[in-house]
């Protein structure tokens, strides 16, 4: 059975840290490139983050760049969020994705003083 399993959210104050996980079975994860996606409440969904599959090369939206880090650990079958300054405005649930064909069930990330 394929699953992608996040952990890490919460509620933190602006400026506070966070680090997400996501950790993968039932599919060759070093073999998919992974994604971070965020949707806010009332909105879309918004593309965060993303890692080729041998965690040379990452993308950011640029609302995020310099503060959030995505990195994996493919003998660990995890990949990770690592969230910094954080803000109000990236308050959302954060999903997962491997090349967009699994998904994980996603979890609460609020940033509120």
């Known amino acids: 059975e394929v699953q992608l399993v996040e952990s890490g959210g919460g509620l933190v104050q602006p400026g506070g840290s966070l680090r997400l996980s996501c950790a993968a079975s039932?599919?060759?994860?070093?073999?998919?490139?992974m994604s971070w996606v965020r949707q806010a409440p009332g909105k879309g969904l918004e593309w965060v983050s993303y890692i080729v599959q041998g965690g040379g090369t990452t993308y950011y939206v640029d609302s995020v760049k310099g503060r959030f880090t995505i990195s994996r650990d493919n003998a660990k079958n995890t990949v990770y969020l690592q969230m910094n300054s954080l803000k109000p405005e990236d308050t959302a649930v954060y999903y997962c994705n491997a090349d967009e064909e699994h998904w994980g069930q996603g979890t609460q990330v609020t940033v509120s003083s």
């Open positions: 039932g599919f060759t994860f070093s073999a998919y490139a």
